[in-house]
C-alpha cells in the first residue's frame, strides 16, 4: 500500500504539459529523411536528434512519433527540464508519460523495476525524451544507459538534445544500434527551404531569393521562421535577404536569450573576442584571450551545439554558424568596440608568423594598419598575381585609402591588374589614367604599363591598335617583371589570333609557357589561348581538353569545374554546347557569365548569354531564350560595344527565321547592319566565327529569298575561308549551302557536300553546327542516313553511323520550331499554300505552260517551284510527287 501511494504521489506531482507532446508548428515541412532512412530508424535502439537552438528537434521527432504510431508503435513523450535532474522524480516522470502502456502501471516505483518492465515488453514501443541536455546528472544519464543496454528489439528511445551527454553513443554506434540526427541532417536542404515558403504563401519570393535566403541561413530553421516573420511585415526584395542578419531584432533577441545569456562569463568573453575570425584554430584563439583553454572551451561549445562545428583541416579549426558570427560580432562592437582593431592586429601578426599572408592582409586591413598591410602587399602581390586572385587584390585596394596606394607605383600597377580582370576595361582605364606612369615610375611599374596598354585596347575591340603597341612592346622583353611579360605575351597572342597569324600567336603561347610552366594564372590563360586556336581551327577535341585544363588550373577548382576562372569557364562552356552537353554547359555559364559581365569581356559576355538563349530555344522556351537576348543586347549598349549589339541582334533575327517570322528576322538584319563595324567579321573571333553578318543574310536570302543567288555568295564565302583556313567557319558555311542546293532542288548536290561535311565534321563531335540549322539540317541528315541504310549490307563507318544517331538523337531533344517533321511516309517539310496548288493543278493534268497561265507566275519561277516540291516529298519525277502527295493526304 505505501509503495503504491509513493508511486501515485510521485504521478501527480508531474505536470501533465510535461508527458503530452506539444503541438507542431502552423506550418510544417514533413522531412524526408524520416521515410528515406525508416529501415534504419525502425532497426535502432537510440534514435539521437542534436543540434543548435531552434533547427527543429522538436518537430522531427513529432514526426517521428507520428510515423512509427501510424506503423503500430505504441509511443510515449517526456519533455525534460531542470527539475528532472534528480533521479527519482526522473523515475517518476518516465512512470508518468508510460502510465497508459499495458503491463506498466506499477512498474516503476525503483529504477530496477522501471528497467525490467521495458526488457519485458514484446510490442513495438518508442519512449521520447525531449531536452535531454536538462539532465546532466551521472545517476540520470546512468539509467538512461540501463535502459538502453536492455531494450528489446521491439523497443527504442528517441532523445532529442542540445548537448551530447555520456549515454555509451560509441558503443551502439559501433554495435549498428544508433541511428543519428544531427544538425547536418536537421537544416532544411533547398528544396524543403522552397516548400517552406510556399506552404507559408510568401510568393514574392522568386527561387533565386528562396537560394539566397537559404544560403545565409544554412537552413537553420528558426532564422528563416524569424525571417518569414519579418517579410510579412515587410515588402519581400533582394535588398531585405542580402541584410537579413543576427542585426535583425526577432533573431538577435533570440540568440542573447536562448543561447548568449546561458553561458559563463568566460566563455562569453571567449565567443566575442574570436568572433573577429573567419575559422577558429586552439593556437589562434589562445593569442586573442590568453587566458583561456581553448580546447577545452571549443570542444565544449562543440559537444553543446552552440553554434559551431568542427571542419576537416589540417589546423584543426571550427567555424561560427554564419548568422550567430554576425550575431557575436555586432555584440563586440558594441561591448568590446575599444578591441576591435587590436584584435584584428594580433590575428594579423599571428597569420603572418604562420606565412599565411592573405589572412594577414585581411587582418591588418581590418585594424587599419595600413603600412603594415602595404608592407605585406609588396612583398607578395607578385606572388598573388601569378595565382590569378584578382578578386582578392581588388577586395583589399577598393578598401586601403588611395593616398597610401599613391607612394607605391607598383601596387598602382597591381590594381590595375585586379580592375582589368574583375571590373573590366572600363574601370581599369580610369585607374591607369588617374594613377598615370611617368619617368618617376620604378622599372617594375613600367613593365606593368607596357602590358597592360595592349590588354586594354584589345578588350575594347581595338585590335588594330593592340597590335601596332604591342608588337613595339613586346621587343622590350623580358623586363624585371615576369608577371607583366608573360601577361604581354599572352595578349598579344590573342590579338595575333585574331588578326590571323595563328603561327605567331603559338610562339608566343609556347614561350610564355617556357618562361614560367607553374604559374597558374598564366597556365589559365595559355591553355585558353590555345583552346581558341584549336576550336576556330575545327579541333574541337582538343580545343575542350585546353579550356577544361584552363578552368582546373584555379586551385580552388582542383575538383569542382565551377570554381575556376571566368575566362577560362565560358569558353569551356562552348565547347560543352557545341557537344550538346547542355546541363553541364549551362552549369558552367551561370556561373561563370556573371563574372565575365562584371569583367566586362566582349565576347565572353556574348558567348555566355548565346549558350543561354539557343539551349532554352531548344528547349522550347521561346521566352527565356528573348530574354537572354535583350540582356545582351543591353550590355552592348550600357558598355558601347557596338559588336555585342549587333551580334544579338543576329542572333535574334536567326531565331526569328527558324520561327519562320521572314519580316521579323529582316528587321532585325537591317538592325544589326547599323551597328556592324566595317571588318569586324574578317577578325578570327570565336564568339563570331560562325555568327556574322554576311552569314545571316545568306540564310535569309535561302529560306524566304532567292536562293540560287545565295549560293554564289556561299561560294564566295567558303573560298575565302579556305584560304584563310578558317575550318570552323568552313564547316558552318557548308552546312548552310547544302540547304541552299536543297532549296535550290539540287539534292543530290546536297548530300553530296553533306557526306563530306560530316565526315570532316565526325572526327571532332561537332553537334549544335548543324542543330543551329533547324528542320532543313535535320531533314538532309535523315535523308543522309536513309541512304546510308539502303547501301548493301549498311555503312561499313561504324563511327559515322554511331555519329548520325547520335545527331538526329540531339535533334530529337530540340524545338526546332512548329513545322511538321516526320520520318519516311510521312511529311519532313510542310509544303507552302502555293506548293499545294501546283501539285494539285499537276495532279489534275496541267502541263507546266498550263501551271504558268493560271498562276500567272513564270516558266522558272513554276520550274522553281516544282523542284521544291520534289525536294520536300523525296521524289524525283512529277508523277511520284504527285502519288506521294496523294499518300499523305496533302491533295485529292
Not at 747 to 754: D, E, G, M, Q, V
Request: glycine residues 6%.
Amino acid at each position: 500500500m505505501s509503495d503504491t501511494r509513493s508511486y501515485s504521489h510521485r504521478q501527480s506531482v508531474v505536470p501533465a504539459a510535461k508527458v503530452v507532446a506539444p503541438s507542431g508548428p502552423s506550418v510544417e515541412v514533413l522531412r524526408s529523411v524520416l521515410e528515406d532512412e525508416i529501415d534504419n530508424i525502425q532497426s535502432a535502439s537510440l534514435v539521437l536528434v542534436h543540434g543548435p537552438a531552434g533547427f527543429g528537434k522538436t518537430t522531427i521527432m513529432l514526426q517521428l512519433q507520428n510515423l512509427l504510431q501510424s506503423e503500430g508503435a505504441e509511443t510515449a513523450w517526456l519533455t525534460l527540464d531542470p527539475a528532472d535532474n534528480d533521479i527519482s522524480r526522473f523515475i517518476s516522470c518516465i512512470a508518468a508519460a508510460t502510465h497508459a502502456w499495458k503491463d506498466m502501471e506499477s512498474a516503476h516505483i525503483s529504477s530496477v523495476a522501471l528497467i525490467e518492465s521495458l526488457a519485458k515488453r514484446n510490442t513495438p514501443f518508442a519512449l521520447f525524451l525531449d531536452d535531454f541536455e536538462a539532465v546532466p546528472a551521472a545517476t540520470v544519464t546512468a539509467l538512461v544507459r540501463s535502459i538502453l543496454d536492455v531494450l528489446p528489439k521491439t523497443g527504442k528511445l528517441i532523445i532529442g538534445t542540445r548537448v551530447m551527454h555520456d549515454i555509451g553513443v560509441a558503443r551502439l554506434r559501433a554495435r549498428g544500434r544508433l541511428f543519428e540526427i544531427d544538425s547536418s541532417v536537421l537544416r532544411f536542404n533547398i528544396d524543403e527551404t522552397n516548400e517552406y515558403f510556399a506552404l507559408r504563401k510568401q510568393l514574392g519570393l522568386t527561387p533565386e531569393l528562396v537560394y539566397q535566403l537559404h544560403q545565409k541561413t544554412e537552413g537553420w530553421i528558426a532564422a528563416l521562421w524569424l525571417a518569414s516573420l519579418a517579410m510579412e511585415r515587410k515588402s519581400v526584395s533582394t535588398n531585405f535577404i542580402e541584410n537579413f542578419s543576427a542585426g535583425d531584432k526577432a533573431l538577435g533577441d533570440f540568440l542573447a536569450e536562448d543561447v548568449l545569456a546561458h553561458q559563463a562569463p568566460n566563455v562569453t568573453r571567449f565567443l566575442l573576442r574570436t568572433s573577429i575570425l573567419r575559422y577558429l584554430e586552439p593556437d589562434l584563439c589562445h593569442a586573442l584571450v590568453p587566458d583561456s583553454k581553448p580546447l577545452e572551451v571549443l570542444g565544449r561549445l562543440v559537444s553543446e551545439n552552440i553554434f559551431i562545428s568542427s571542419l576537416p583541416s589540417d589546423y584543426n579549426a571550427y567555424r561560427y554558424h554564419s548568422l550567430f558570427l554576425s550575431f557575436l560580432r555586432r555584440r563586440l562592437a558594441l561591448e568590446l568596440p575599444n578591441e576591435v582593431r587590436q584584435l584584428h592586429l594580433v590575428a594579423a601578426k599571428w597569420y603572418e608568423s604562420k606565412g599565411r599572408y592573405p589572412s594577414a592582409i585581411d587582418h591588418a586591413i581590418k585594424s587599419e594598419s595600413w603600412e603594415y598591410a602595404v608592407s605585406m602587399l609588396l612583398a607578395k602581390a607578385h606572388h598573388f598575381l601569378e595565382e590569378g586572385r584578382m578578386r582578392l587584390l581588388t577586395r583589399w585596394f577598393e578598401v586601403i585609402p588611395e593616398g597610401v596606394l599613391g607612394e607605391h607605383s607598383l601596387l598602382q600597377a597591381i590594381r590595375v591588374w585586379s580592375l582589368l580582370f574583375t571590373a573590366g576595361p572600363t574601370a581599369a582605364y580610369e585607374a591607369f589614367m588617374r594613377f598615370g606612369y611617368d619617368k618617376r615610375s620604378d622599372s617594375s611599374a613600367l613593365a606593368h604599363a607596357n602590358a597592360q596598354i595592349p590588354l586594354l585596347l584589345a578588350m575594347a575591340d581595338k585590335y588594330g591598335e593592340a597590335l601596332q603597341v604591342g608588337s613595339i612592346n613586346l621587343c622590350s622583353l623580358p623586363t624585371s617583371s615576369r608577371f607583366a611579360d608573360n601577361v604581354l605575351r599572352n595578349a598579344m597572342a590573342n590579338v595575333l589570333t585574331v588578326m590571323g597569324d595563328n603561327s605567331e600567336a603559338q610562339k608566343l603561347i609556347d614561350s610564355a609557357r617556357g618562361s614560367d610552366g607553374k604559374s597558374i594564372f598564366f597556365r589559365m590563360y595559355a591553355e585558353s589561348q590555345e583552346g581558341m586556336i584549336n576550336f576556330m581551327a575545327g579541333r574541337l577535341q582538343q580545343a575542350t581538353a585546353c579550356f577544361e585544363s584552363a578552368v582546373l588550373a584555379t586551385k580552388a577548382s582542383s575538383t569542382d569545374l565551377t570554381g575556376g576562372n571566368a575566362w577560362a569557364g565560358i569558353l569551356y562552356a562552348c565547347a560543352l554546347y557545341e557537344a550538346h552537353d547542355f546541363d553541364m554547359a549551362e552549369r558552367l555559364v551561370d556561373v561563370y557569365l556573371p563574372m565575365a559581365c562584371d569583367a566586362g569581356l566582349p565576347d565572353h559576355m556574348y558567348m555566355g548569354h548565346i549558350i543561354k538563349a539557343r539551349i532554352s530555344f531548344s528547349r522550347g522556351d521561346v521566352s527565356s531564350a528573348f530574354c537572354a537576348l535583350t540582356d545582351l543586347e543591353y550590355l552592348g549598349h550600357h558598355r558601347g560595344l557596338q559588336r555585342v549589339v549587333s551580334s544579338a541582334k543576329l542572333e535574334r533575327s536567326r531565331l526569328l527565321l527558324l520561327q519562320g517570322d521572314a519580316q521579323g528576322a529582316k528587321e532585325e538584319l537591317t538592325r544589326a547592319g547599323s551597328y556592324e563595324r566595317s571588318g569586324s567579321q574578317d577578325l578570327r573571333l570565336l564568339a563570331n566565327e560562325t555568327s556574322y553578318a554576311e552569314l545571316s543574310n545568306i540564310r535569309w536570302d535561302i529560306h524566304f529569298g532567292d536562293s540560287f543567288s545565295a549560293l554564289a555568295k556561299l561560294n564566295r564565302e567558303i573560298s575565302e575561308a579556305v584560304s584563310q583556313h578558317r575550318y570552323l567557319r568552313i564547316i558552318k558555311l557548308q552546312i548552310v549551302k547544302c540547304i541552299a542546293l536543297q532549296r535550290s532542288g539540287d539534292a543530290s548536290s546536297a548530300l553530296k557536300l553533306l557526306a563530306d561535311t560530316l565526315k570532316s565534321a565526325c572526327s571532332e563531335g561537332f553537334v549544335q553546327l548543324f542543330i543551329e540549322e533547324g528542320v532543313q539540317a535535320l531533314r538532309l541528315i535523315q535523308r543522309y542516313k536513309l541512304l546510308l541504310d539502303e547501301m548493301v549490307g549498311g555503312s561499313r563507318d561504324s563511327k559515322l553511323v554511331a555519329y548520325l544517331g547520335a545527331l538526329l538523337t540531339a535533334f530529337g531533344d530540340c524545338h526546332l520550331s512548329s513545322e511538321t517533321v516526320v520520318f519516311n511516309d510521312v511529311l519532313l517539310e510542310p509544303l507552302t499554300r502555293k506548293e499545294l496548288h501546283v501539285i494539285q493543278l499537276t495532279a489534275d493534268g496541267c502541263s507546266n505552260a498550263e501551271l504558268s497561265r493560271q498562276l500567272k507566275l513564270s516558266d522558272s519561277t513554276v520550274r522553281t517551284h516544282l523542284r521544291n516540291i520534289n525536294s520536300k516529298l523525296n521524289c524525283h519525277s512529277r508523277s511520284e510527287a504527285v502519288a506521294t502527295a496523294r499518300r499523305l493526304s496533302l491533295i485529292t
